[in-house]
């Protein structure tokens, strides 16, 4: 088993995160540095994620790397009925790393507890993953040139999105203050309510989307997924009630900006694109850099700040 | 006096006693006593004034370790477990939920790498405030004490 594995934003502390944002505005000044000469990465996608497996195989190359893998279980051995155990420490012994999708919730944390080499989650099921959370908090340091004491408003489905939660656990080390915005049939879970409470973190829930996000640094939007609701009905009239639109954003702040882990439905009006707040198309892009910076990270091929003598 | 008829006494080895009897089987298959070699006495609902209807079950020449025990506190919390030697209770064994249960549980979640592959289950047990939950080691998802699904 190797333990730098990365499987969930809880296995860094606040200074292993904060080292990972360093690194990666050092990777966004200078993209393209070969410390990872030599080295090969499995990216095993047993379910597909073009988005994210162009991100992380990116960042591979630009680092000097080269790429081994598969982009969808149909054409991996699992397809045979071999066992994940198996996939894990066949490939290890081709691989320095590997970046592992998998369509099931701990998969990540099941085979980075066999595997001989590092495991980089990039998503299990509805779980956890981990980049994601990273890139959104290097695009909130990016923006507001702070992690700390910040407004964050989390619009839309609080129950499944998990990159809500996952940010929600990761920016607890920050003294943030969250204002839940969601339907009734999406609202926040209370074991992350609890949670907020035990960490003395301050937070509101209102169920409509208005001009209640005034005074937000941060305007988080997901994903409202029709298969979430029984009701159809009831679909149809919060996806028209929670579209953002330009015209809302008259009062905000001016530091404001908005959020979104793509792909958008119909949560923000694209009138919003225009708008300097809009970020999260750059948002996407920073997930190079992050991806960059956890690549090197789990191959100890960059000595962090934090670790430096 | 009855219950002296109803069942034998044992010399040396364990009691486990006050077993709720919907549980017996559970508390047999857990610790493997279907396999055992020794010699054990089962008895299922016997009358109760705690829990109405009781099993028990007496394992003989083998005084099973905590590990072992604490394995019950799950499912029958206030089960009575005495070591016996020479017909003398030499120990009242208290009973321990353990931190971590490995393997006797099983997901909840149907989508979890557990109930899928070959994976032993691993669930991490939590104090909330005034319940207990269990949190799988692999997906994460917890569950509440009283709504586990024993294997
Ligand atoms: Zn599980």
């Known amino acids: ?309 | 006096m009855e219950k002296k008829l109803k069942v034998a006494a044992l010399r040396n080895g364990t009691v486990i006693d006050h077993i709720p009897s919907d549980k017996l089987f559970k508390v047999v298959s857990i610790l493997h006593l279907d396999v055992t070699l020794n010699q054990i006495t089962l008895a299922n609902n016997l009358d109760s004034a705690k829990i109405g209807s009781k099993g028990l079950i007496k394992i003989s020449e083998r005084a099973l370790e905590v590990d072992e025990t604490n394995k019950i506190a799950l499912i029958a919390p206030n089960a009575k477990i005495n070591i016996i030697r020479e017909y003398e209770v030499v120990e009242k064994r208290p009973l321990v939920l353990p931190e971590e249960i490995i393997e006797i549980v099983q997901c909840c979640n149907p989508n979890c790498i557990t109930n899928h592959q070959p994976v032993t289950t691993r669930f991490h047990v939590i104090n909330n405030e005034n319940e207990i939950l269990l949190k799988c080691h692999f997906c994460e998802r917890e569950v509440r004490q009283e709504e586990v699904k024993i294997k």
Not at chain 1, 116 to 135: E, F
Not at chain 1, 179 to 193: G, S, T
């Open chain 1, 1 to 309: 088993m190797s333990n730098n594995s990365l499987v969930s934003i809880s296995d860094y502390s606040k200074d292993e995160i904060l080292s990972i944002l360093d690194s990666a505005a050092e990777f966004e000044a200078n993209p393209n540095r070969k410390i990872l000469d030599g080295k090969v990465i499995a990216t095993l996608f047993f379910e597909p994620s073009t988005r994210t497996r162009l991100s992380f195989e990116t960042a591979v190359i630009r680092l000097g790397g080269s790429i081994i893998g598969f982009s969808d279980a149909a054409t991996s051995s699992s397809s045979k009925g071999e066992t994940l155990n198996d996939t894990i420490h066949m490939v290890s012994c081709y691989a320095d790393a590997i970046v592992m999708r998998h369509p099931l919730e701990g998969a990540a944390r099941y085979a980075a507890e066999v595997s001989p080499v590092p495991i980089v989650n990039a998503g299990d099921g509805a779980n956890q993953h981990p980049s994601q959370t990273l890139l959104d908090l290097y695009s909130i340091l990016k923006t507001q040139r702070t992690l700390e004491n910040l407004t964050i408003c989390l619009v839309g489905d609080l129950k499944y999105g998990r990159t809500v939660h996952s940010l929600i656990m990761a920016m607890s080390h920050f003294h943030p203050t969250f204002k839940f915005i969601a339907p009734e049939e999406l609202k926040m879970p209370d074991e992350y309510k609890l949670f907020c409470r035990k960490n003395n973190i301050s937070f509101t829930e209102e169920n409509e989307l208005n001009e209640n996000f005034n005074d937000a640094d941060i305007l988080y939007m997901t994903r409202v997924q029709k298969e979430r609701f029984q009701d159809l009905m009831e679909y149809e009239r919060v996806k028209n009630v929670y579209t953002l639109k330009n015209a809302m954003l008259e009062h905000t702040k001016p530091n404001l900006r908005i959020l979104h882990p793509l792909p958008r439905v119909t949560e923000i009006d694209p009138d919003v694109d225009k708008n300097e707040k809009a970020y999260y198309f750059r948002q996407a892009q920073n997930g190079l850099y992050v991806r960059q910076a956890i690549v090197s990270k789990v191959l100890n091929s960059i000595t962090f700040k934090s670790e430096k003598k």
